[in-house]
């Protein structure tokens, strides 16, 4: 492959079919990590590619208000009232309320068809890093989280983008934090004097925290560290589906992102890892500052960096060399990456792509339309899939029901029949399916295939259908290897 | 017995390798069906074994844990009751086809997930030391393959080359992959990822239409294994056993998180069971965890991570039903770092067991080669006479 796309295969999405290629690739990733990032797709099939709409991205409280008129519909379904127990005012109610959906795709939209393909790749590792499992209500969140958590943040401070995530309802909701209470907590108290009330400590954050999201086990941390850490955390968080009314009273706001329930947290200060914390709803910020500097956290996210855009066995001095500038810049994200894709396009062996990444590099090289516009996302079409299902077939989706430990780095993770079926039988829909725009010869000339790429395309015969299948599932275009 | 097997699959095992080498044909060797077949449910998120067998005799229990102890359990014994979403594995037992193992786990205690489900796939002595898991290693020791009902090739399986995965695809506008097609882009890879585009080819010829949930993957399993030419192992995974919050309703302890999987479980037991057929009496069904949960109800009505828990056992090999333990207690002064249920009883035993059994490999190879724990105990006697 030639340079641009060796580049652009390693650390971005590929240049689409009809983009210009950059001559100064260092200067490119430099203006690629400032780059704009509007959502981008299109409207229906045919129509130019353009900006998402607004009403379709709504802020928190208007997806926390869909939330609640989807609850309240769906229980007057059950109840059999308000005609609501039709089919069709069943699949109206999950159109017109739940985010789910449209929040896939435009995340899938926005990989196609966006101009800053290597934040794009930055945002799927963060996302992955603080993964949100899909429970339900937290489908409601998942893309906020994501486009204001983690692609808005790339450029902040790791802090900051720690405190963000942490402080999320999509995070708070997944790992259980907005039904914890601390143990001393007025309403812990209060509960243990009435029959069947309860309230306590629900230490999910607090572990996945310390474990997943900064030192991990290699700090040694105790049990004790754990359970204070949930206790820091406890008060955090509302029920995405409390009344308006209610989540005033108890947190003196409406704002999901700021919600502190001042009668579920623990009082008085604790230790976490050897560090005071005080009481309040400012000991969170202290607590994340203090583990987003950790030395173990700094080890830690460094060497996942590495594994997931440089080797999945990284060296010594590359984790060193991001762990000093990690140093040297205070945690600043933006120096940070620099280094990280510095090393990743001087690394000397491939590394394998992700499912989904694979994907959205076929769908740009070969300029298919495989994904529906925003306007048709729940019409039935007899060719093109929901993103939906597309991305549960393909077996990766940030959507999807999982653990908070996310997707591997780790090629040995993703080696399996099963996996490899997927990737011939995608690109056979694509191809046959996605109205590709540009042939198989077309596209080895532009990324410079290596021979022994168009060697294998060429020992397949002449059908157009099964060359694009092999192209694309080719060891050069798959990350396997380097030829 | 199994010693003599034991000597007569190596002895095949090393002409297969030597006959490799010499790039000879294999096919034919290592096939003898081997004594049984073995599958592995994976129960990913920490089964809270004390509400799945209840101890209800241990006068500690209705103390510590009323509100998420199940009502409308069944009666086992004087001291253990079954969770009622087990209802065909209650059968199972009225027919002394199934047992269960409790207070029991792996020797690793620290209460992370994925470092407990490192260890109990890999089945190494800690965390993240092995590349491939303990029932991949058995089946390259037999010489024999497993399958995965999974999108991935989960680690436990991961060992030996013959295994393979199954989760039928169901993608708009494509059909089943051209054989001749895929075995040519084999040959543009090398090794494993040729290794395993020449198995996509293989199973593109045969067209097997399954629904994915997992009761019906274990159906498919299950008449899978009962063919002569079919995999000797396999593996099913459920999720959503991190029972945080929730684990019950809050007006019935027989409802909730936890009853809801356990009926998935039950459902897998019973699709196996279907499956297998006549085979159902050469299988043995484990369930794998990678923790128990704590002792006392946390504030969200559920539970923590924690440490022993519960393993579930069913086939035609077991020679009788019962729960196993060496009962640890429940009060504080009982529970692991005083807020676990102990555990008494070493898991990697009682899967060597169903190695032993199943794949007729000897007890001190599985202990040595399989586990690296050569003084692992042998509780073979407790499942299989």
Not at chain 1, 327 to 337: E, K, P, R, V
Not at chain 1, 338 to 364: D, G, S
Not at chain 2, 352 to 358: G, N, P, Y
């Amino acid at each position: 492959m030639n340079k641009q796309f060796r580049i652009a295969q390693r650390i971005g999405l590929m240049f689409r079919y009809d983009q210009d290629l950059p001559q100064d690739m260092e200067a490119w990733i430099q203006l690629q990590l400032q780059a704009p990032s509007p959502a981008l797709g299109i409207a229906n099939t045919g129509a130019k590619v353009i900006e998402w709409p607004n009403e379709l991205q709504p802020d928190l409280s208007k997806r926390a208000g869909m939330w609640r008129r989807y609850r309240a519909l769906k229980k007057q379904q059950r109840e059999g009232k308000n005609g609501q127990d039709t089919q069709a005012a069943r699949q109206a109610n999950r159109h017109e309320n739940l985010m789910r959906d449209k929040d896939e795709h435009k995340f899938v939209q926005r990989n196609a068809y966006g101009a800053d393909q290597v934040k794009l790749r930055l945002t799927s590792f963060w996302a992955n890093h603080f993964t949100i499992g899909n429970t339900g209500d937290t489908g409601q969140m998942i893309g906020h989280a994501i486009d204001e958590g983690i692609l808005a943040k790339l450029n902040g401070s790791f802090a900051d983008m720690l405190y963000g995530i942490t402080t999320h309802p999509g995070m708070l909701t997944y790992l259980d934090n907005v039904w914890s209470a601390g143990e001393r907590s007025e309403q812990a108290k209060s509960c243990r004097r009435k029959p069947d009330c309860q309230a306590g400590l629900n230490d999910n954050l607090g572990r996945e925290l310390l474990e997943l999201h900064t030192v991990s086990v290699a700090a040694g941390y105790s049990e004790d560290d754990i359970h204070s850490a949930a206790q820091v955390l406890a008060g955090w968080g509302i029920d995405f589906g409390e009344e308006l009314s209610t989540m005033r009273e108890r947190t003196g706001s409406t704002n999901h992102w700021n919600a502190y329930k001042k009668r579920w947290a623990e009082p008085g200060g604790k230790k976490v890892m050897g560090k005071t914390i005080y009481a309040g709803r400012g000991g969170l910020r202290q607590l994340t500052d203090f583990l987003a500097n950790h030395n173990h956290t700094i080890n830690h996210i460094s060497t996942k960096l590495c594994q997931h855009f440089v080797s999945d066995s990284p060296t010594k001095s590359q984790i060193e060399s991001v762990k000093s500038v990690w140093h040297q810049s205070n945690g600043d994200l933006h120096t940070i990456h620099t280094q990280v894709l510095k090393l990743a396009i001087n690394a000397p062996e491939a590394k394998f792509l992700w499912p989904m990444t694979w994907l959205f590099q076929v769908v740009r090289l070969s300029g298919a339309t495989y994904f529906k516009g925003w306007e048709n996302i729940n019409d039935y079409d007899d060719k093109l899939m929901r993103s939906k299902k597309v991305f549960e077939e393909l077996g990766q989706s940030f959507w999807s029901s999982r653990q908070p430990n996310g997707y591997s780095n780790n090629k040995a993770d993703w080696m399996s029949a099963e996996m490899f079926e997927r990737r011939v039988r995608f690109a056979d829909a694509i191809y046959k399916n996605g109205r590709t725009r540009r042939s198989v010869n077309k596209i080895m000339d532009r990324i410079g295939a290596a021979e022994q790429t168009k060697a294998l395309v060429a020992s397949v015969g002449t059908s157009p259908r099964d060359q694009f299948i092999t192209l694309m599932c080719s060891p050069e275009l798959m990350g396997l290897e380097y030829v | 017995m199994s010693k003599l097997i034991l000597g007569r699959r190596n002895l095949l095992k090393a002409g297969a390798a030597s006959l490799f080498l010499a790039g000879m044909p294999i096919a034919g060797l290592a096939k003898g069906k081997p004594l049984g077949s073995i599958s592995v449910i994976i129960l990913e998120g920490g089964m809270d074994g004390l509400a799945t067998i209840p101890p209800i005799g241990d006068p500690d229990l209705m103390r510590m844990r009323k509100s998420i102890s199940p009502e409308g359990y069944l009666p086992l014994n004087d001291f253990f009751g079954l969770h009622p979403s087990l209802k065909f594995y209650a059968q199972l037992m009225a027919r002394g086809h199934a047992s269960a193992v409790h207070a029991t786990a792996f020797p690793y205690t620290k209460r992370s997930h994925f470092e407990g489900q490192n260890m109990i796939e890999g089945g190494g002595l800690s965390p993240f030391s092995e590349k491939t898991g303990w029932l991949g290693r058995a089946l390259e020791l037999a010489g024999v393959a497993g399958r995965s009902l999974s999108l991935d090739m989960p680690l436990i399986l991961r060992g030996h080359h013959e295994n393979d995965n199954f989760y039928p695809a169901s993608i708009r506008g494509s059909s089943r992959p051209k054989a001749n097609l895929v075995n040519m882009i084999a040959m543009g890879h090398q090794m494993d990822a040729a290794q395993i585009f020449t198995k996509v080819a293989h199973k593109s010829k045969e067209n097997v239409q399954v629904p994915r949930d997992p009761a019906s993957l274990a159906k498919y399993a299950g008449q899978a294994m009962g063919q002569a030419d079919g995999p000797v192992a396999s593996i099913i995974r459920v999720e959503n056993f991190d029972t945080h919050a929730n684990q019950v309703e809050e007006d019935d302890a027989d409802a909730g998180r936890l009853a809801r999987q356990l009926s998935v479980v039950d459902d897998v037991i019973a699709g196996y069971r279907r499956g297998l057929g006549k085979a159902w009496d050469d299988a043995i069904i484990l369930t794998l965890t990678e923790f128990g949960r704590t002792v006392a109800v946390n504030g969200t009505l559920g539970t923590d991570h924690g440490y022993g828990s519960v393993g579930l056992l069913a086939g035609g090999t077991l020679s009788g039903s019962g729960v196993i333990a060496d009962w640890p207690g429940l009060s504080k002064k009982d529970q692991f770092e005083k807020r676990d249920l102990m555990a008494t009883i070493d898991y990697r035993s009682v899967c060597a067991a169903c190695l032993e059994k199943s794949l007729g490999l000897d007890h001190d190879l599985i202990a040595s080669q399989i586990f690296h724990q050569p003084d692992l105990t042998r509780v073979f006697d407790h499942f299989f006479a």
